[in-house]
């Protein structure tokens, strides 16, 4: 399985981003797909994940972030609204069924 993670960027405090993940090869519908993400000198962190259309949230995140999986895609997105600075990483898609695969990365500025 192989991730490709794209719609990061630089926002500003309050705004929106949706970032999106498409996995491809031998994908199975009853993976469970999620974002993690991290600051430099910092662990990764869990974001939200979906299984079986089960949705988690870590508290930072719940009421301003939603995951959702697009089947027939084989794709996540993570909508995040009512963006903050401490926001601000590098967030990671990952997948995991047999095995755990994280994509490249994108990066989530929020500044003024």
């Known amino acids: 399985v192989q991730l490709q993670a794209s719609g990061g960027g630089l926002v500003q405090p309050g705004e929106s981003l949706r970032l999106s993940c498409a996995a491809s090869g031998s994908v199975n519908s009853k993976s469970m797909m999620g974002w993690y993400r991290q600051t430099p000198g910092k662990q990764r962190e869990f974001v939200a994940n979906?299984?079986?259309?089960?949705?988690s949230y870590a508290d930072s995140v719940k009421g301003r972030f939603t995951i959702s999986r697009d089947e027939a895609k084989n794709t996540v997105y993570l909508q995040m609204n009512n963006l903050k600075p401490e926001d601000t990483a590098v967030y990671y898609c990952?997948?995991?069924?047999?095995?755990?695969?994280y994509g490249q990365g994108t990066q989530v500025t929020v500044s003024s």
């Open positions: 990952r997948y995991h069924y047999d095995v755990i695969v």
């Open positions: 979906i299984v079986l259309g089960t949705t």
